[in-house]
């Protein structure tokens, strides 16, 4: 069974930084482009990034573009978020998600993870 886990999230201050990883068993990353999403409660799920299966494209969201980074190490099998000069607004639970083809739309991922909680707050 295909897992994928978020792992990083927490309570940060207005203006911090925190590194969000995305790991996978029972599946090999490097074929699949890997999206990072979040959801605030009672809002819709949003795209926040994405990042192809070499690494060579990476596309964000202009909500958080210059600000958030994501990155792959394939011979790891991981997948990071890193998020710089974070803002209450990005509080959120954070998904990790596979899909074939890059989007920020949510319909091309099948496969995703339990979420983690981030929460910008002072």
């Known amino acids: 069974q295909v897992q994928l886990v978020e792992s990083g999230g927490g309570l940060v201050q207005p203006g911090g930084s925190l590194r969000l990883s995305c790991a996978a068993s029972?599946?090999?990353?490097?074929?699949?482009?890997i999206g990072w999403f979040r959801q605030a409660p009672g809002k819709e799920r949003e795209g926040v990034s994405c990042i192809s299966s070499s690494g060579d494209s990476t596309y964000y969201a202009d909500s958080v573009k210059g600000r958030f980074t994501i990155s792959r190490n394939n011979a790891e099998n991981m997948v990071y978020l890193q998020m710089n000069s974070l803002k209450p607004e990005d509080t959120a639970t954070y998904y990790c998600a596979t899909s074939r083809v890059t989007s920020l739309l949510a319909y091309p991922y099948d496969h995703w993870g339990q979420g983690t909680q981030v929460t910008v707050s002072s």
């Open positions: 029972s599946l090999i990353l490097d074929t699949y482009v």
